[in-house]
């Protein structure tokens, strides 16, 4: 009895430590908790807090409690005259106080699946509302100059700058804008905006010195983004900053950016990082991203900071300092990514712009080598099928194919240790109590059939990266968000709707939301069908020989159901592929090796096994 405690005790910390690790590792977003509504008012008297340091933090300097003009531009109040952005892909306007681009929505991509959805904002001034209802918090770019060796920061823009349309009407593709402010002191500064027809800005300052004296600046721009946003709780995916110098990619998430003290007597520098070949600096979420791209193959530093007093992430980039002599005009192009992280586009942008390695801003995971091929796969299955639940079953065969030379001597392993098993349940019978005696027949039986339990386990293991690569990539890919399949399943990065709560919707009332605390038991079709495959393919393999961690391992296709049930039904949808094909394969070999498996017939008598005797 001791030992089949001890046994059972193993066996339920292992199942433990199994559910603890998906959990941690594989644990779909956590609902955000709600946030209190704030007014507009408030949203934009913060952001001018974050500006109030912004300047002084993209040099790389402790903050000073400044407001001077040669301060960051910042988002203006909503009633700020603006200048509209509108192109086949983008629409939002820029703040001509301050010049900020600070309100920018997706039009390609909507909040829901709702047909009356909202579009997604990407960047805003502060105060909008979101489809949970709650109000944006300011995220904006904006660009400027900082005053170095004598020259006098009230000279230069700053939030309060009025800016001024002197071309362009509304900011398009083929239809740049150009804004101007002359300080009335002998300086003029311009920036011109241009965009493309997908996602990238390209901002130009210059600065006309009509003074008698030459001024040297150092020109800059940044993204700011004013409280931590909503994140996917997983270690899956990386949100927050991410940045390319020179070739290395670096990732840091919000919780560990450096924090610059809002007191300047505490306050330390700025992250800075120089790079002398080009590179970008940012914020990705999972689907969408804000990144600063100075001109590629220049140097620039990139500098990266949290700003304790306004509760702000800054990303900032500045370029080689200039100085402008009397009469001459220095310029300075910095461009702007703010869309949807779309490989194509991504693509494109790496390979016609010569931006370095920007297809690593899809977070790729440390399979890099897998996932990116993965994902090409599943790219062009996607635009050929035209469907991507069918492009997902489809990668899952082509992906079975590849690796079943490598599994098929698992599966022979398991065949021949299948066999077995009724010689191991005599040894069981014949040794009693006597565990050690059970093992020495046992590893006699093995010696003499010249089977190798372990012989199996090197193929599997060599099958993880693969199958935790497609994970990944069913996990971060854009196509995925939105998309349809069959049926009820309208979006596959979102759970299974459908519910046994209300048998599948022939009762009259709606199924529990994912978020609601019945979500783990309200199991739709497809984890349902999930824990069904799981089951079949389990029933192939070799039993434990202890009966405690036998119990154990039964339940675990069902505790898996419950596990997946709230899980974005692509994945879902991958599992259960998965695991037909691997059942299909595994009862092929088994069949080949003379031994059909009876499943039915194991079903069967295990319940003539567990029947009461008659009296």
Same mark, same amino acid.
């Given at each position: 009895?001791?030992?089949?405690?001890r046994?059972?005790?193993?066996a339920?910390?292992?199942?433990?430590?199994?559910?603890?690790?998906?959990?941690?590792?594989?644990s779909?977003?956590t609902? !955000?908790?709600?946030?209190p509504?704030?007014?507009?008012?408030?949203?934009?008297? &913060?952001?001018?807090?974050?500006?109030?340091?912004?300047?002084?933090?993209?040099?790389?300097?402790?903050?000073?409690?400044?407001?001077?003009?040669?301060?960051?531009?910042?988002?203006a109040?909503?009633?700020?005259?603006? $200048?509209?952005? #509108?192109? !086949?892909?983008?629409?939002?306007s820029?703040?001509?106080?301050?010049?900020?681009?600070?309100d920018?929505? @997706?039009?390609d991509?909507?909040?829901t699946?709702?047909?009356?959805?909202? #579009?997604?904002r990407?960047?805003?001034?502060?105060?909008?509302?979101?489809?949970?209802?709650?109000?944006? *918090?300011?995220?904006?770019?904006?660009?400027?100059?900082i005053?170095?060796?004598g020259?006098?920061?009230?000279?230069?823009?700053g939030?309060d700058?009025?800016?001024?349309?002197?071309?362009?009407?509304?900011?398009?593709?083929?239809?740049?804008?150009?804004l101007?402010?002359?300080?009335?002191?002998?300086?003029?500064?311009?920036?011109?905006? &241009?965009?493309?027809a997908?996602?990238? +800005?390209?901002?130009?300052?210059?600065?006309?010195?009509?003074?008698?004296?030459p001024?040297?600046?150092?020109?800059?721009?940044?993204?700011?983004?004013?409280?931590?946003?909503?994140?996917?709780?997983?270690?899956?995916l990386?949100e927050?900053l991410?940045?390319?110098a020179?070739?290395?990619l @670096?990732?840091?998430?919000?919780?560990?950016?450096?924090s610059?003290?809002?007191?300047?007597?505490?306050?330390?520098?700025?992250?800075?990082?120089?790079?002398?070949?080009g590179?970008?600096?940012?914020?990705?979420?999972?689907?969408?991203?804000?990144?600063?791209?100075?001109?590629?193959?220049?140097?620039?530093?990139?500098?990266?900071?949290?700003?304790?007093?306004?509760?702000?992430?800054?990303?900032?980039?500045?370029?080689?300092?200039?100085?402008?002599?009397?009469?001459?005009?220095?310029?300075a192009s910095?461009? @702007?990514?703010?869309?949807?992280k779309?490989?194509e586009t991504?693509?494109h942008?790496?390979?016609? $712009?010569?931006?370095?390695?920007?297809? #690593?801003?899809?977070d790729?995971?440390?399979?890099?080598?897998l996932?990116?091929?993965?994902?090409?796969?599943?790219?062009?299955l996607?635009?050929?099928?035209g469907?991507m639940? +069918?492009?997902?079953?489809?990668?899952?065969?082509?992906?079975?194919?590849?690796? %079943?030379?490598?599994?098929?001597?698992?599966?022979?392993?398991?065949?021949?240790?299948?066999?077995?098993?009724?010689e191991?349940?005599?040894? *069981?019978?014949a040794?009693?109590?006597?565990?050690?005696?059970?093992q020495?027949?046992?590893?006699? $039986?093995?010696?003499?059939?010249k089977?190798n339990?372990?012989?199996g386990?090197?193929?599997?293991? $060599?099958?993880?990266?693969i199958?935790?690569?497609?994970?990944?990539?069913i996990?971060?890919?854009?196509?995925?968000?939105? &998309?349809?399949?069959?049926?009820?399943?309208r979006?596959?990065?979102?759970?299974?709707?459908?519910?046994?709560?209300?048998l599948?919707?022939?009762?009259?009332?709606?199924?529990?939301d994912?978020t609601?605390?019945l979500?783990?038991?309200?199991l739709?079709?497809?984890?349902i069908?999930?824990?069904?495959?799981m089951?079949?393919?389990?029933?192939?393999?070799?039993a434990?020989? #202890?009966?405690?961690?036998?119990?154990? %391992?039964?339940?675990?296709?069902?505790?898996?159901?419950?596990? @997946?049930?709230? %899980?974005?039904?692509?994945?879902v949808?991958?599992?259960i592929?998965?695991?037909?094909?691997?059942f299909?394969?595994?009862?092929?070999i088994?069949?080949?090796h003379?031994?059909?498996?009876?499943?039915?017939g194991?079903?069967?008598a295990?319940?003539?096994r567990?029947?009461?005797?008659?009296?």
């Open positions: 009895m001791d030992e089949q405690n046994n059972l005790i193993l339920t910390v292992l199942s433990t430590l199994v559910l603890v690790v998906w959990y941690t590792v594989f779909p977003a609902p !955000p908790a709600p946030q509504d704030t007014t507009s008012s408030a949203s934009v008297t &913060a952001s001018q807090t974050a500006a109030s340091t912004a300047a002084s933090t993209a040099t790389g300097q402790a903050a000073a409690p400044s407001t001077s003009a040669g301060e960051t531009p910042q988002t109040p909503v009633d700020t005259p603006r $200048l509209v952005i #509108d192109t !086949p892909r983008l629409k939002g820029i703040a001509l106080i301050g010049g900020a681009l600070d920018l929505l @997706l039009k991509y909507r909040e699946i709702d047909p009356g959805s909202a #579009d997604v990407l960047l805003s001034y502060g105060g909008q509302k979101e489809a949970d209802g709650t109000l944006t *918090k300011p995220y904006f770019a904006n660009y400027g100059w005053a170095k060796d020259t006098d920061p009230s000279l230069l823009p939030r700058t009025p800016w001024t349309v002197e071309s362009g009407a509304k900011l398009a593709p083929d239809a740049p804008v150009v101007k402010w002359d300080n009335g002191k002998g300086l003029v500064f311009r920036r011109k905006i &241009a965009v493309d997908n996602y990238m +800005f390209t901002v130009t300052q210059s600065v006309e010195n009509r003074t008698a004296a001024v040297k600046l150092e020109p800059y721009g940044l993204v700011l983004r004013q409280g931590t946003p909503k994140t996917h709780s997983t270690y899956v990386h927050g991410i940045r390319m020179d070739g290395k @670096l990732e840091v998430k919000y919780s560990k950016m450096p610059l003290d809002p007191d300047p007597a505490e306050g330390g520098p700025a992250e800075v990082v120089q790079a002398q070949t590179g970008w600096v940012g914020f990705t979420d999972k689907y969408w991203m804000a990144t600063l791209i100075p001109t590629p193959g220049q140097p620039f530093t990139s500098v990266a900071k949290y700003i304790a007093d306004s509760e702000s992430y800054l990303a900032s980039v500045r370029q080689p300092e200039q100085v402008i002599a009397p009469g001459q005009t220095a310029d910095l461009m @702007l990514f703010a869309g949807a779309e490989w991504i693509k942008y790496q390979n016609d $712009l010569h931006i370095t390695k920007f297809v #690593d801003s899809i790729w995971g440390w399979f890099f080598f996932t990116k091929p993965m994902f090409w796969l599943l790219h062009n996607h635009r050929l099928i469907n639940g +069918f492009a997902i079953i489809a990668l899952t065969f082509v992906i079975k194919t590849l690796v %079943f030379p490598l599994a098929r001597k698992s599966y022979i392993s398991m065949a021949k240790m299948k066999e077995l098993q009724p191991i349940e005599k040894l *069981k019978e040794s009693g109590d006597d565990r050690a005696k059970l020495q027949g046992m590893m006699a $039986l093995y010696k003499k059939e089977v339990p372990a012989s386990c090197l193929p599997v293991f $060599l099958q993880i990266p199958f935790y690569s497609l994970y990944k990539v996990y971060v890919t854009l196509e995925l968000r939105q &998309a349809p399949f069959v049926g009820w399943i979006d596959l990065s979102a759970p299974d709707p459908s519910s046994i709560l209300n599948f919707g022939l009762l009259p009332w709606a199924a529990p994912h609601s605390a979500a783990i038991v309200s739709g079709v497809l984890p069908l999930l824990g069904i495959s089951w079949f393919q389990q029933k192939l393999n070799p434990p020989t #202890d009966a405690a961690q036998a119990q154990v %391992f039964a339940w675990m296709p069902w505790i898996f159901m419950f596990m @997946l049930g709230s %899980f974005a039904s692509g994945l949808l991958y599992w592929t998965n695991n037909t094909i691997t299909l394969q595994q009862y092929t088994m069949t080949m003379g031994k059909r498996p009876d499943i039915f194991n079903i069967r295990g319940f003539a567990n029947k009461p005797a008659a009296k």
